[in-house]
């Protein structure tokens, strides 16, 4: 099974800053099957980008995605003020999901 | 507009069960996969179970193994989850998801792209 593993575990910014999050698997992933998502409080997850690097419908340029084998990174260029959530890669393998711990980005 | 609605929660007393329902709308559902992903009090996301479009191949995983059983009705554009045997620590919000598992040459992506709003299963005595 793989484990991911997300970091750091919060991330203090100031708006306009640049965040740069971590998720790191337990052995290969595919690209492909790396996807990760945004959540706010009392709200659904929201898709942001799969494949690794392929922004879903909607979501902003600021938002991109990197990264292949076990080391991905999501990369906000500059935050706005409701980029402030919780950010979480999931993968996907044997007909199975596995979402990472989670990176909180909050305000500095 | 592409909607996706559970239902079903509540407070239950441990060993006691629970069917949640979710309900598809704006597109075809008997077309795509379906999971449930379930989040406890302050905590991370974690992945349920899953269901094939046809319902002939389900996924879970193992702490539900033999007490939760995820069905669908594409007649009636729902997914289902029936709990059983329900601890303190199935206290959740659950929501449903639809999964997408898109074939671009040469690879396959896979990932949820529609979530509901959740509902909220609380298990205490």
């Known amino acids: 099974e793989v484990v991911l593993t997300q970091s750091p575990g919060t991330l203090s910014l100031s708006p306009g800053e640049r965040a740069t999050l971590s998720c790191r698997a337990s052995?290969?992933?595919?690209?492909?099957?790396l996807a990760w998502y945004q959540q706010k409080p009392g709200q659904a997850p929201r898709l942001l980008i799969y494949?690794?690097?392929s922004r879903a419908t909607g979501i902003p340029d600021r938002f991109s995605g990197s990264g292949s084998g076990t080391d991905f990174t999501l990369t906000i260029s500059r935050l706005e003020p409701e980029d402030f959530a919780v950010y979480y890669c999931q993968q996907y393998g044997s007909s199975r999901f596995t979402f990472g711990p989670g990176t909180k980005v909050d305000i500095k | 507009e592409v909607q996706l609605v559970e239902s079903g929660g509540g407070l239950v007393q441990p060993g006691g069960s629970l069917r949640l329902s979710c309900a598809a709308s704006?597109?075809?559902?008997?077309?795509?996969?379906m999971s449930w992903v379930r989040q406890a009090p302050g905590k991370g996301l974690q992945w349920v179970a899953n269901i094939k479009q046809d319902g002939s191949e389900k996924y879970s995983v193992d702490s539900v193994k033999g007490r939760f059983t995820i069905s669908r009705d594409n007649a009636k554009d729902s997914l289902y989850l029936q709990m059983n045997s329900l601890r303190a620590e199935d206290t959740a919000v659950y929501f449903c998801?639809?999964?997408?598992?898109?074939?671009?040459?040469?690879?396959?992506?896979?990932?949820?792209?529609?979530w509901g709003k959740g509902t909220t299963v609380t298990v205490s005595s």
């Open positions: 052995q290969t992933v595919s690209s492909s099957y």
């Open positions: 494949g690794a690097s």
């Open positions: 998801a639809r999964d997408i598992e898109n074939f671009r040459p040469p690879y396959y992506y896979y990932y949820m792209d529609v």
């Open positions: 704006g597109f075809t559902f008997s077309r795509y996969c």
